[in-house]
């Protein structure tokens, strides 16, 4: 069973930035720049402040990340019980094993650091020697760790919270608890050093906030934030006194300090969990993160005091539900889902990456509405798009269908923008609904014309409309009074706007005129099971079409007819994709499986699996790439097609088998090509026979340079002859004699055999070249392997040469030449290298014509020639006129 796809090797993914884990930032003197590090998943991303470019992506770990945190030198993760050091965000430089649960906090003390497990173990490890420095040991019933925090002047101590609502102050060097804080009536979430000495802020989980002071164990001042558990803490250092708290529901709230009193409010600052939240040193910034897979820099530079954004980095914070390559390039993937947005991902960059705003119905009253805690204004999301680039400039070029609603959207991919128009159809307004009878009408698929000027919609009831993507206007409907019976699942035109192609759960596949000025359709094509979508190939005819059963057929847009089936899935088809050659077919599917099909031999070719299902899928318009997006997870992953850099050998898979688990692409695979040559290495590759069957004749694969000018080296060379004669150099350099091949190299034998007598005696008193003595020995055994060899690894001018010194005038002999006659019947005989000895055998009649004629030997050998010649040719002939003949016969049909 295969380990993996042939065809597609996972790569990368895009669109993570980060998620629970908090950020955590570095300033790196050489730079004179704060970094951010921040957690996605199994990797860590360094972003620089400065633009919020991404400097590196930190190597992969077995399983999620569960901590993380850095000092100047290192950034380090915990990955289950194992703590890993990496240096300058991708050197792996010291590992820490020991804990036997999950280390779930961490944080940097001087030349160690501290980590604390799930069973409230607490381990003090030496960072270069890799060792345990002490170890403290707390019962999770009476005192689970759940933060931990280092005062500052406080020397080798550390403040631990519990889940208890209890504090400790621990001398780590002697093992010594110092104190025990008097314990709050709610666990303890967060703790934070605060600019004032001996003070330290303790957010808990009943939404209180306690400046409490450590000296004298006293409680300086509490506040009370109203949306629950506080996540994070921060205090601001520019001389302004603020503290910034966090909470569940993503709300930032800034307290003042010396009024006691609430400075101003962040509202909806991000759509999760503020769980990361950092006041950059003497700087009037704040960095914040969130599950919600965004990371936000703002600036106190407000009126009232409060911030603004002033960079953001985001993804989605919901799965993609629907991705799309944009462009001639493959650059770029248009990317929608459930938080009812549409972004673009760049693949080379993410300084590109871009979004195009969240769905509206007023879009301006939703930007003057501000960040509240619900706008409801924004519409459902959306569910399926199509973009055209040929009119981008200047009008919308997107158009989107959305969730449960009958209004289709615009958007600009070049103004990155939604657009200004709503197509929605007379019939459907809300005055209208009710007195037709349509209730609950969705706009169900839609088809933009590769022209850009026309967007098809389709609805639920049936209807389809026609709109200008310029004005909006409605121009036509199919049918009367509707195109199908029921819901209308998929739509395309051809690439010249002639044909429409509908396709609905009534099980029919119609076509219609593209002006329909006729209600009737041209063509009405009945299936057995309804249909599910449409996917068109925009530069051919042909058009993919999902049903309900699983299935997947290919319809000819010329012919109208159905000509090829697929059949394998065992789920509901969820998405599928023509390659840019049209050979390929990619479908996904919910039983986790994503199959090739390959059309000319209506085979499949290759699949493979994955965790979770895929929703969506495209391959880039280069044919390099391969985009899918899945349940549950936030990025987009690609899988580069490796048939475009190595040669891959394809075979008929039965779909009935279980194809192979393949693991998601991370940020970065590199050892994914070790993987890949180990497998390779394993499975044994097919390698074809030199000979298919004896009974075939065989060519020798020699490109046609090789042996076609043979016959016409004359003449070649004398159009090729210099004007003038070749000049001798001044001084000649010594040559090593050279063997006569394709290949340059050194004869060397004749020197291991000199003796030291300088007296030449000649072993035969014919003048054979090496070629020739060759020739000489096989009249022993007959064996002309090595003869064959010998000649097909000279040049066109080398053969020319050594064919004629066969005769006797060039110092050869009549033997000789019947050993060649010999050697050509035994080409033929074989049934190989079939032009080769067509070619070598017309040399060898043209340059000795007249020798044969008078050599009796010779002349009778040639009867041998000719019989094997006919026996090939009458069998080649007989073929050749069989298949020209069927051509004929069905040019007529």
């Known amino acids: 069973m295969p380990k993996g796809s042939k065809i597609f090797l996972p790569c990368r993914s895009l669109g993570y930035i980060s998620n629970h884990i908090p950020l955590q930032v570095r300033y790196i003197k050489s730079r004179k720049e704060n970094l951010i590090v921040t957690c996605v998943g199994k990797s860590f991303h360094t972003y620089g402040i400065t633009h919020f470019s991404l400097l590196s992506v930190g190597g992969l770990h077995p399983e999620d990340i569960t901590a993380m945190t850095a000092d100047a030198f290192h950034v380090y993760t915990a990955c289950n019980n194992e703590i890993y050091a990496w240096r300058r965000g991708t050197e792996l430089k010291h590992v820490y094993r020991g804990h036997k649960k999950p280390v779930q906090l961490m944080m940097p003390f001087g030349v160690h650091l501290i980590s604390v497990d799930e069973s409230s173990s607490v381990k003090v490890w030496d960072i270069k020697d890799e060792s345990v420095f002490l170890e403290l040991t707390f019962s999770n019933k009476t005192f689970h760790i759940t933060t931990i925090c280092h005062p500052s002047t406080y020397i080798n101590k550390i403040l631990l919270g519990s889940e208890q609502g209890e504090m400790q102050l621990w001398n780590v060097n002697n093992l010594k608890m110092i104190y025990s804080f008097k314990r709050w009536k709610s666990p303890i979430t967060c703790l934070e050093q605060a600019p004032a000495i001996d003070v330290v802020a303790v957010g808990l989980a009943s939404g209180k906030i306690v400046l409490h002071n450590l000296k004298y164990d006293e409680t300086i001042m509490e506040f009370m934030q109203d ?105 770029n993937i248009l990317s929608s889902a459930g938080d009812s947005t549409l972004r673009i991902f760049n693949t080379q960059t993410e300084q590109f990456n871009k979004s195009l705003g969240k769905a509206s119905y007023n879009r301006k009253a939703s930007k003057k509405r501000g960040r509240t805690a619900e ?13 055209e680039i040929t009119r981008e400039k200047e009008w919308d070029n997107i158009a989107a269908v959305h969730l449960g609603i009958p209004m289709v959207t615009t958007w600009s991919y070049d103004k990155v923008k939604m657009g200004e128009l709503k197509l929605l159809p007379e019939r459907f307004h809300k005055k209208k609904l009710v007195s037709s009878g349509f209730q609950d009408v969705a706009a169900t698929s839609l088809c933009l014309t590769h022209c850009g000027n026309f967007v098809l919609i389709g609805y639920s009831t049936g209807h389809i409309d026609r709109f200008n993507m310029q004005s909006g206007i409605w121009r036509d409907n199919y049918g009367t009074p509707k195109a199908h019976d029921s819901s209308v699942r ?110 000319p031999s209506c085979h499949l070719v290759d699949e493979f699996s994955t965790e979770v299902a895929c929703v969506s899928l495209d391959i880039s318009p280069t044919g390099e790439v391969l985009a899918t997006a899945h349940v549950d997870y936030l990025g987009i992953f690609l899988w580069t097609n490796r048939t475009m850099y190595s040669k891959i050998s394809l075979k008929a898979l039965t779909p009935s088998v279980e194809p192979p688990l393949v693991a998601f692409p991370e940020c970065l695979r590199e050892h994914h090509e070790e993987e890949s040559d180990v497998e390779e290495s394993d499975e044994l590759e097919f390698i074809s026979p030199e000979q298919i069957s004896n009974d ?53 034998s004749k020197l291991e055999s000199e003796s030291s007598s300088k007296i030449l005696t000649p072993a035969t008193l014919l003048n054979l070249t090496e070629f020739g003595k060759l020739l000489d020995k096989t009249r022993q055994d007959d064996d002309f392997s090595h003869v064959i060899e010998k000649l097909k690894s000279f040049g066109p001018s080398m053969i020319d040469f050594e064919i004629k010194s066969l005769a006797p005038e060039g110092g050869g002999s009549i033997e000789v030449m019947l050993q060649f006659l010999k050697s050509i019947e035994f080409i033929l005989k074989s049934n190989k290298d079939f032009e080769l000895a067509e070619a070598y055998l017309g040399v060898f009649l043209k340059s000795h014509g007249t020798v044969i004629a008078t050599e009796e030997t ?31 016969n069905l040019k007529l049909m």
């Open 227 to 331: 949306w629950g558990v506080v996540t994070s803490i921060s205090f601001r250092t520019d001389g302004s006194p603020i503290m910034a708290t966090g909470s569940v529901i993503g709300h930032i709230v800034f307290w003042d300090l010396e009024e006691r009193r609430v400075a101003c409010q962040l509202l909806s600052a991000h759509n999760g969990s503020v769980t990361g939240m950092v006041c950059l040193p003497n700087e009037p910034l704040i960095l914040t993160s969130s599950p919600d897979n965004t990371l936000k820099l703002w600036i106190f530079d407000m009126s009232d005091g409060g911030a603004r954004l002033l960079r953001i980095r985001e993804g989605h914070s919901s799965p993609p539900s629907y991705i799309r390559f944009h462009g001639a390039n493959g650059h």
């Open 375 to 387: 706008d409801p204004l924004v519409m459902p999301p959306i569910i399926q798009f199509t973009s």
């Open 490 to 599: 998929g739509i395309a035109t051809d690439p010249l706007n002639q044909v429409t192609i509908s396709g609905s759960s009534d099980c029919k596949i119609k076509f219609w005129k593209f002006k329909n000025k006729g209600a009737n359709p041209l063509t009405v094509l009945a299936l057995e099971e309804p249909i599910s979508f449409f996917r068109s190939h925009s530069e051919s005819s042909m058009l993919a079409v999902a049903l309900e059963d699983f299935d997947v057929y290919i319809v000819d847009i010329d012919t109208r007819r159905i000509v090829r089936k697929f059949v394998g899935h065992t789920a509901q088809i969820t998405d599928a994709t023509f390659s840019p050659d049209s050979r390929w077919l990619v479908t996904s599917s919910m039983d986790c499986s994503i199959r090739t099909w390959d059309i």
């Open 696 to 748: 075939l004749v065989t060519l020798s694969g020699f490109a046609a340079s090789r042996w076609q000018n043979l016959l016409n080296l004359d003449v070649i060379k004398k159009r090729n002859k210099p004007k003038s004669p070749p000049k001798a150099p001044k001084a000649a350099p010594f040559f090593l004699p050279t063997v006569s091949s394709l290949n340059f190299q050194f004869d060397l």
């Open 858 to 888: 010779l002349r009778n050998y040639l009867t041998n020639i000719q019989s094997c010649h006919n026996v090939v040719w009458n069998r080649l002939q007989d073929k050749l006129l069989y298949n020209i003949c069927v051509v004929q």
